[in-house]
């Protein structure tokens, strides 16, 4: 099951998931607040976006799953895997944090980026968000990305609304000292250009959850499962099929 980060939906992805649908039955959820799903008035909390993954799983009829979690998604991964263990197989991690004051904070890149965009018009905004999230290496060597991510931005972004409720979940999310009790295999991923979660979070989860094993990928940014999902697949693949 994947769960996607901050105002991205089920088709939010890139290649990753069709990648993996060639081994493993592929579950792809909306948050509240994106997509296809209601948009309550916020703000949410991690305990209901969890909750809500969980429902997901029992529409579906799934026991227990891998979970792949980027981002906000990292977050609410973190939190079904420690308040529901039972439902989750193997855990993956990506671009994501522990989050609350032991956490490395947001790169000032990213905190003005995340502060100019609600004041700015939604395509100024979104192509700002967009560019960010991708980083240098792609706005650089891969033009075709960034207008590629940002047309889908442009079709299936939220309101603002809907993006500072979502936001206001990930402010809260606190699992530094919780992390410890997280049981299930876990694979941690994370960017080393990331300029939305500093990577040192990576590092820091893969050193607080028993065993869990951490793939650095140098020289992109936060929303490296689109700029290399045919990387990240066997390195996925292997982990869950071990």
Not at 62 to 74: D, M
């Amino acid at each position: 099951m994947f769960i996607h980060g901050l105002a991205y939906d089920r088709r939010g992805w890139g290649p990753l998931p069709v990648q993996l649908a060639r081994d493993f039955h592929v579950v792809l959820v909306d948050n509240r607040g994106v997509g296809d799903s209601d948009v309550p008035e916020g703000p949410y909390s991690m305990e209901q976006l969890a909750a809500d993954a969980v429902a997901v799983l029992d529409a579906a009829g799934i026991e227990s799953a891998h979970i792949f979690g980027v981002s906000l998604g990292g977050f609410i991964a973190q939190e079904i895997a420690l308040t529901h263990p039972e439902r989750v197989h193997k855990l993956v991690l990506c671009a994501t944090s522990p989050g609350g004051g032991n956490a490395f904070p947001m790169p000032e890149r990213g905190v003005d980026a995340f502060t100019r965009f609600p004041s700015l018009d939604r395509e100024a905004g979104l192509r700002l968000m967009v560019e960010n999230s991708l980083g240098d290496h792609a706005v650089r060597e891969r033009p075709e990305l960034v207008e590629k991510v940002y047309a889908y931005r442009l079709e299936r972004a939220p309101s603002v609304d809907a993006w500072q409720a979502q936001f206001a979940a990930s402010r809260g999310h606190d699992a530094y000292e919780r992390i410890p009790a997280i049981s299930a295999p876990t694979l941690v991923i994370h960017a080393l250009a990331d300029t939305v979660i500093d990577a040192r979070n990576g590092e820091l989860l893969a050193e607080r959850i028993p065993g869990a094993r951490l793939e650095l990928i140098p020289d992109r940014g936060h929303l490296v499962m689109w700029q290399e999902g045919e990387r990240l697949a066997p390195i996925v693949r292997d982990f869950l099929h071990g």
